[in-house]
Nanobody, 125 residues
Framework: QVQLVESGGGSVQAGGSLRLSCAASGFTDSRNCIGWFRQAPGKEREGVAT????????YYIDSVEGRFTISQDNAKNTVYLQIDSLKPEDSDMYYCAADRFLGVCTMVAADYRYWGQGTQVTVSS
């Protein structure tokens, strides 16, 4: 059974950085996408970055490219989301999601069956 455990959220001042971690277990092969999504209360869950674990291909939404970096450590079965130059509008609950894909990773939450419990990011101005 696939399990995802996030960590690394917290409260930071604007301009600071955070690195979120998603420890994954239970995959039977490497053809998976692991993505980071964020959600504010009352809003839709938004995909911000994904990585195809087989070859490390990464995908970002336009609004975060240049500040968010998704990466993986295969030895630790962990995917990271480095967030730099944090802005107050980055304050959200961040979730790690995963599923088996045979090609390009999507940013659509409904395409992912497995989810972590979330980690809160709060950015003060």
């Amino acid at each position: 059974q696939v399990q995802l455990v996030e960590s690394g959220g917290g409260s930071v001042q604007a301009g600071g950085s955070l690195r979120l971690s998603c420890a994954a277990s239970g995959f039977t092969d490497s053809r998976n996408c692991i993505g980071w999504f964020r959600q504010a209360p009352g809003k839709e869950r938004e995909g911000v970055a994904t990585i195809y674990t087989r070859d490390g291909s990464t995908y970002y939404i336009d609004s975060v490219e240049g500040r968010f970096t998704i990466s993986q450590d295969n030895a630790k079965n962990t995917v990271y989301l480095q967030i730099d130059s944090l802005k107050p509008e980055d304050s959200d609950m961040y979730y790690c999601a995963a599923d088996r894909f045979l090609g390009v990773c999507t940013m659509v939450a409904a395409d992912y069956r497995y989810w972590g419990q979330g980690t809160q990011v709060t950015v003060s101005s």
